[in-house]
């Protein structure tokens, strides 16, 4: 562990460390629990059960990633932080969002912040999080519709009463990007504190004419209202603005070699643009003794476009043509979101019971339009480069739509005795849709689904610091899809997708600070659709998928001044019935390692793997699917503490300069991999 831990906008320090004590992590001076950690090791948390559960009693897979270790690796985005989360696979999201496959499940949406959703396409922010956490397998108990195969929690930074404190830090990289960060909390009365965190990021990378800038400002306050209960209110301004890269194309089934910076969409006008307001309301009360209620509001309002244009099809050479295609497409959402709970802890008979009812109630209205781009040229001659001028002279697609849902459910954490645990719920969802299709002469769209999915876990304990584990989960995804745009006329006679995920696992805590997982899962995905052969516009049922799997993880500190986080996944998904068709984006193999060492109070290194098998661009339906080569990438770190206030570090990514494709958005827009280059940081507190 290391002696000193600064605070930053851009990077936050944790409960569990040096200065997260200081700052009221532990001590309990944080007005509004959020879970402990311990250096890389999360030790509990209130996303999975939502209630405060010790990660050993959780019946499934949860990886978190604490502020201690965005820290150190320097991570400027959460594909920086997945990427050394095994069972993660990063996409491209076409340049313009984060976009993740669980697994063998692709998702835009199953994204939360405080276990509350976070589902519009943008690209997340790091510098006001506490913690990443990522829960593998069907979640819809806790999270309701989607979440197919897993959800990712972003754990917010809240005020403290313990002290004043003040943060800074300040960073650049080999490609010039740079940014700037700073973070404040001071207690303003008795029981309450106001924190706010701000940060300014200009982006830079190895790719042709690539650049961007983004920030982002968060006052948070919080307080005691009467004993036993606390209130917060945060709000989030959020600006982005940066150039669409949607990659290279492929060549024979491969990613196109000798093009790792060429830019395959038009200078000014490939941009993506995103302003967003987010409020976010907490209240906490104790009812009475063992009985505690909570509620959370969240409003956001999101103005986003992009314009893409980029590569519509292969190369017909190292140095031949590439077909062009391109559009632009605003749009605009509004989340209103509330969450309430109740947690009881009680004895039937004498068994330990920790009660949770819950009832959760969303709107949210979407407006969507496209117009398709008019190129000079459709056709780029790799030979020699010249962008065509582009135009955008019609509307192709405009919606609306507007999804209101309400959400109901129980769970029941039981403890016979010490040694045997079980977790039962069960989660009702009614889930509305309207829309008018503009575009379609104001043909009106919708459809209304209630689902019920359950979920049940067996704890066994032989002794307090392991667990063995099974688990069965369900969730469900409405024909709308991720983001409520694509209900097509077919799609409204069609059932949801269904998930189930069937689980088995230990957990060992080798020590309090060492943590060792594995787990045995399968994810059955069924309801699934594909476009119909002989009508594209229109979907039918494309029958079942498959993703079995083994995850191993070990967090913690090995020895005095070594601290780890890494594991091991291996995933076989396909279609169940036809071994030919792999789903897209999932590696079987996929290996990530980081650690650091302190050789003393003042001087610390840091050593990363990165490794995953290759993988489909796409779901292989054909022997000329694209095919990413498989990655290995090693990263390191140099940290030096001048003294209480002073410290600097380096990080190297890609040490061995290995060429490698990161991600993909489908058979034609891949991701090339940085070159090696260096990020060098100074922070310092007060």
Not at 105 to 119: H, I, K, M, P, W
Not at 316 to 325: D, E, Y
Request: aromatic share 10%.
């Amino acid at each position: 562990m290391r002696n000193l831990l600064m605070i930053s906008a851009a990077t936050l320090a944790l409960p569990g460390t040096a200065l997260a004590s200081e700052a009221g992590g532990e001590s309990g001076n944080t007005i509004l629990v959020i879970g402990k950690s311990d250096g890389y090791l999360t030790i509990d948390s209130a996303t999975a059960t939502k209630t405060d559960t010790p990660l050993i009693d959780v019946p499934q897979t949860i990886n978190a990633v604490t502020r201690e270790q965005i820290e150190d690796q320097a991570h400027r985005s959460l594909a920086d932080v997945l990427r050394y989360v095994p069972g993660v696979t990063i996409g491209q999201g076409e340049g313009h969002r984060d976009q993740i496959t669980l697994r063998g499940q692709n998702t835009t949406a199953d994204f939360f912040l405080d276990g509350v959703r976070d589902d519009v396409q943008y690209f997340r922010n790091l510098y006001n999080i506490e913690r990443v956490e990522v829960l593998k397998g069907p979640y819809a108990l806790i999270f309701g519709r989607g979440g197919g195969g897993g959800i990712v929690n972003r754990v917010q930074k809240t005020p403290s009463t313990d002290r004043f404190f003040m943060g800074g830090e300040a960073s650049i990289n080999t490609f010039g990007a740079w940014e700037v960060a700073a973070d404040v909390n001071t207690p303003i009365a008795e029981g309450a504190a106001f924190r706010l965190n701000a940060f300014y990021e200009k982006l830079n990378n190895h790719r042709d004419f690539f650049d961007g800038e983004r920030y982002a400002v968060n006052p948070y306050i919080a307080f005691e209202l009467a004993p036993g209960w606390k209130a917060g209110i945060s709000y989030e301004y959020v600006y982005d603005d940066r150039v669409t890269d949607r990659g290279i194309p492929s060549l024979n089934g491969e990613p196109l070699p000798g093009h790792r910076d060429t830019f395959f969409g038009v200078p000014d006008v490939n941009r993506t643009g995103l302003e967003a307001h987010i409020v976010k309301a907490r209240l906490d009360g104790e009812l009475a003794e063992g009985l505690n209620w909570s509620t959370t509001l969240l409003y956001g309002d999101y103005d986003k476009y992009y314009t893409n244009v980029y590569a519509n099809g292969a190369a017909t050479g190292i140095n031949g043509t590439v077909a062009l295609s391109g559009y632009t497409d605003p749009t605009t959402r509004q989340n209103f979101l509330a969450q309430s709970n109740l947690v009881a802890a009680v004895d039937f008979g004498g068994l330990a019971n920790k009660i949770l009812l819950g009832v959760e109630y969303g709107d949210q209205g979407s407006t969507n339009q496209r117009r398709n781009a008019a190129l000079s040229n459709g056709t780029l001659d790799l030979s020699n480069i010249v962008y065509p001028t582009v135009t955008f002279p019609a509307i192709s697609r405009n919606r609306t739509s507007d999804v209101e849902f309400f959400s109901a459910y129980a769970q029941d954490q039981i403890s016979f005795g010490a040694h045997v645990d079980l977790v039962v719920g069960l989660r009702y969802d009614r889930f509305e849709i309207k829309g008018i299709d503009i575009q379609d002469g104001n043909r009106p769209f919708g459809r209304t689904d209630e689902r019920w999915s359950p979920r049940i876990g067996l704890i066994l304990k032989p002794q307090e610091n392991v667990s063995i584990y099974g688990s069965y989960s369900q969730s469900f995804l409405p024909r709308s899809g991720d983001q409520f745009l694509t209900l097509s006329t077919s799609d409204e006679d069609l059932a949801p997708e269904k998930f189930t995920n069937y689980e088995v696992g230990a957990k060992w805590d080798i020590r309090p600070d060492l943590n060792v997982t594995l787990a045995l899962f399968q994810l059955d995905r069924t309801n699934a659709t594909t476009p119909n052969p002989a009508n594209p516009a229109t979907s039918i049922v494309a029958g079942k998928t498959r993703t079995r799997g083994t995850e191993l993880a070990v967090t913690g500190q090995v020895l005095p001044g070594w601290q780890i986080s890494g594991g091991y996944t291996y995933q076989d998904a396909k279609l169940r019935g036809n071994e030919f068709v792999r789903l897209g984006q999932v590696p079987k193999h996929q290996f990530a390692l980081w650690n650091r060492y302190d050789f003393n109070p003042s001087v610390g290194f840091g050593l990363g793997v990165i490794h995953q098998s290759s993988q489909f661009a796409a779901n292989r339906t054909s022997a000329t699917t694209t095919r990413l080569p498989g990655i290995t990438r090693v990263d390191a770190a140099f940290f030096y503490t001048m003294n209480d206030t002073v410290e600097f570090q380096v990080n190297v990514e890609n040490v061995l300069d290995e060429t490698y494709f990161a991600d993909a958005h489908n058979n034609n827009n891949i991701t090339p991999g940085a070159p090696i280059n260096a990020r060098f940081t100074a922070r310092m507190r007060f």
